[in-house]
């Protein structure tokens, strides 16, 4: 059963650091979300892209996130320079179509930066 | 979630009922998802809504009203293995907006 795919499970940065997070969508979907969730905000949108073309880039987010998918299969998030408030579970998830809106999600990265 | 709101937490008892409140801003609104999410898991899809009305589906019934920016999650014949954080999320085109999640507790 080949779900989201996220890599890696854990990651530990140093303040300043560049990161890149991993993330297959489901085989078939078309449009892939990168989420980020923290217990006081809840899930927060980072990225949205829809065949693979960029359609949401999270605004707030811009200046040090950068999403990306290089192929249907395949997409990186990276984080430059993190920041110890970059501290957070970050979801990838993707859905066939918007008709329904049915996301199915990853497992999640959990960042930690010190 | 920005012009998502639900309240914070929910308790209630084993065998009884429990509903899960979400108002939204209607500008934009094309349809709205439910989602259950466990403590240490990832969100799992419940139900999708569109129409006004009372969408019965079990154990989970929904309702929707869009001249209101209003919906809830209603669940019935609770058991303790229901307690989770239940999160709305609007979709307003091409922004899928989450909630923050409200937490149900329910109790033996």
């Known amino acids: 059963d080949a779900g989201v795919t996220q890599t890696p499970r854990h990651e530990v940065a140093e303040k300043g650091q560049t990161i890149i997070l991993k993330c297959e969508p489901v085989s078939g979907h078309n449009d892939l979300f990168w989420y980020r969730q923290t217990k006081i905000q809840g899930l927060e949108l980072l990225s949205y892209?829809?065949?693979?073309?960029?359609?949401?880039d999270g605004g707030a987010f811009k200046d040090r996130f950068k999403a990306e998918m290089l192929n249907s299969s395949f997409s990186t998030l990276k984080i430059q320079p993190t920041e110890p408030k970059d501290s957070a579970v970050y979801l990838c998830?993707?859905?066939?179509?918007?008709?329904?809106?049915?996301?199915?999600f990853g497992h999640g990265t959990k960042l930690s930066v010190l | 979630g920005q012009g998502v709101e639900q309240p914070d937490n929910l308790m209630s008892v084993e065998g009884t009922f429990a509903r899960v409140n979400c108002t939204y801003s209607?500008?934009?609104?094309?349809?709205l998802s439910w989602y259950q999410q466990r403590e240490g898991h990832v969100p799992v899809f419940l139900s999708y809504v569109v129409l006004d009305g009372l969408k019965d589906s079990g154990h989970f019934s929904t309702f929707l009203s869009r001249s209101n920016g209003y919906s809830y999650l209603l669940l019935t014949e609770l058991q303790i293995k229901d307690s989770a954080s239940y999160l709305c999320?609007?979709?307003?085109?091409?922004?899928?907006?989450f909630g923050t999640g409200t937490s149900l507790l329910v109790d033996p």
């Open positions: 998830a993707s859905s066939r179509d918007r008709v329904n809106e049915r996301l199915f």
């Open positions: 999320a609007v979709d307003m085109g091409y922004k899928l907006t």
């Open positions: 892209f829809r065949s693979k073309s960029l359609m949401e």
């Open positions: 209607t500008s934009g609104f094309n349809g």
